[in-house]
């Protein structure tokens, strides 16, 4: 906790009047714990999350810490992270309590560390079948309208979380999220990347508003290492069943092949070990 150092899980360290509690009124990151080449645990891709992190706040007003602290922060959180133990640290930033917000108070910010999930291993091993739901608005419809914060890693998750549900109840395990004019976005919680012949794809953040995933970057970033390419293009759900593999990536998951799509199965793809050890994430 910012200022306050390490304290025990069950410590309350929120005001009830904090914004980020009433309103979803500010921001985060959630990270990939692994060892370095110390051998100890660190927060993955920090310096790009923290990037991301920082643009974020830029778009919400929000008066972040100097990425110094954050970077701090994010090291006290791993420092008793058991070495050799993959887990997902968490930073998190709200605007702080309403009654000190106006007279710019001090934002609220604190990291939590956890351990990787069994639903996540499991989706990392099995792929998923995912439906796809409708946003219910334009591909292009959050460009012009930068109030919608598109692009942001803001609290404001209910919708992502009720995404999630609704696949729940419906037997799948994700949520490819379409626009209304019918093409794929991201999940609620992934980015979607797709394999054309020797080509990596993925959705273009500019025109979408989606999340610029960390992973997802990294990996096209990296696509020569394994002899591929790398672009962006927009794609519809049933052409992802042409495609040569298609993946849901994100940060702690790591890479989780589709299998389905609203029932549709998609080709297995011989590609998902190779980007699964590329990423460094284990089976
Ligand atoms: N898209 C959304 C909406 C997300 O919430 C996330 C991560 O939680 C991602 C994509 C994947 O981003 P990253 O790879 O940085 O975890």
């Not at 985060?28 to 714990?33: A, D, K, Q």
């Not at 379409?178 to 976005?185: I, K, P, T, Y």
């Amino acid at each position: 906790m910012l200022g306050r150092g390490v304290v025990p899980a069950d410590t309350p360290v929120l005001r009830a009047d904090d914004l980020g509690v009433l309103r979803g009124d500010g921001i985060f990151e959630t990270m990939h714990v692994r060892d370095g080449a110390d051998g100890l645990p660190h927060p993955w891709l920090l310096d790009e999350h923290l990037a991301r992190m920082a643009r974020s706040a830029a778009r919400m007003d929000l008066a972040l810490p100097e990425a110094r602290v954050l970077r701090e922060l994010a090291a006290l959180a791993c420092e008793q992270w058991p070495a050799g133990t993959e887990g997902a640290v968490r930073l998190v930033c709200t605007r702080g309590a309403e009654s000190a917000a106006a007279t710019g108070g001090p934002v609220t910010c604190f990291a939590t560390v956890n351990p990787v999930g069994p639903s996540s291993l499991a989706a990392r091993r099995d792929g998923v079948a995912v439906a796809a739901l409708t946003l219910g608005f334009p591909a292009a419809a959050r460009t012009p309208a930068p109030w919608l914060l598109g692009g942001v890693k803001s609290l404001s998750y209910a919708v992502n979380m009720a995404s999630l549900r609704w696949a729940a109840a419906h037997g799948v395990d994700d949520v490819l999220w379409v626009s209304e004019d019918g093409f794929a976005l991201e999940a609620p919680t992934s980015t979607l990347v797709w394999l054309e012949g020797d080509t990596l794809y993925t959705v273009p953040v500019a025109e979408t508003g989606i999340l610029p995933g960390t992973t997802a970057a990294h990996l096209l970033a990296t696509a020569g290492q394994l002899g591929l390419s790398a672009g962006q293009r927009m794609v519809t759900p049933a052409e992802l069943r042409g495609t040569d593999g298609a993946w849901l990536l994100s940060s702690v998951r790591g890479i989780a092949e589709i299998r389905t799509v609203d029932g549709a199965t998609l080709p297995p793809s011989a590609l998902t070990g190779k980007l699964r050890e590329h990423l460094g994430f284990s089976a």
